[in-house]
């Protein structure tokens, strides 16, 4: 069963198709946010996608795509750390449902995709940073944060135009409008 669920998460066409209903999917989900949505959830939703954006921020401050060994920032921490703000980012949005069965199915099928897509990922940087790249996965976790490191100096890293250069600027800019949008919906439209 489980070597069907990863054969799915992996499959090309299947990943294409994705790709290309992606905008649909997010317009169905703002539709269903439209109508499900209450503003008693606004606050706590957004505290949880912030955190979650936070994390995002702090990596793309971090980050050096395809150039360099990253082992500097969140990235100290764990290997993953763009994956794990993309999860409280979207879990946020998730909750404005308050339906756990859903937050639940929203989790499962996160870690699907965050274990595949990183597991391509990571053979990729491998082949791409060699050596280097193996001694940093042995020293860092995949996915959850090693907290024992959090004094370490390289921690502190973040750099305004490594966040730029990365666009972190417009993620951050999008989530602030779109809880914006529903903010002002939810509170003075409905």
């Known amino acids: 069963m489980l070597d069907a669920i990863h054969g799915f998460f992996n499959h090309p066409v299947a990943r294409k198709i994705f790709l290309r209903l992606r905008y649909v999917l997010v317009l169905a989900v703002l539709l269903l946010l439209a109508r499900y949505a209450e503003a008693s959830r606004l606050l706590p939703a957004f505290l949880v996608s912030l955190f979650g954006e936070a994390i995002q921020l702090w990596s793309f401050a971090s980050l050096v795509k395809n150039e360099q060994l990253t082992a500097r920032g969140p990235y100290v921490l764990v ?22 069965y859903l937050t639940a199915v929203y989790v499962v099928i996160y870690y699907f995709y965050m274990v595949n897509r990183v597991g391509r990922e ?3 940087l491998a082949s791409l940073l060699g050596e280097p790249y193996q001694q940093y996965c042995d020293r860092v976790n995949r996915f959850l944060p090693s907290l024992g490191k959090l004094f370490d100096p390289a921690v502190r890293y973040f750099n ?8 972190g ?3 951050f800019l999008a989530m602030l409008l779109f809880y914006g949008i529903l903010a002002e919906y939810l509170l003075y439209f409905r």
């Open 79 to 100: 290997r993953n750390p763009m994956y794990l703000g993309r999860f409280f980012l979207i879990l946020g949005v998730v909750l404005l449902f308050g339906n756990e």
């Open 160 to 167: 305004w135009s490594v966040l730029y250069r990365n666009n």
């Open 122 to 124: 990571e053979k990729r």
């Open 169 to 171: 600027h417009w993620n």
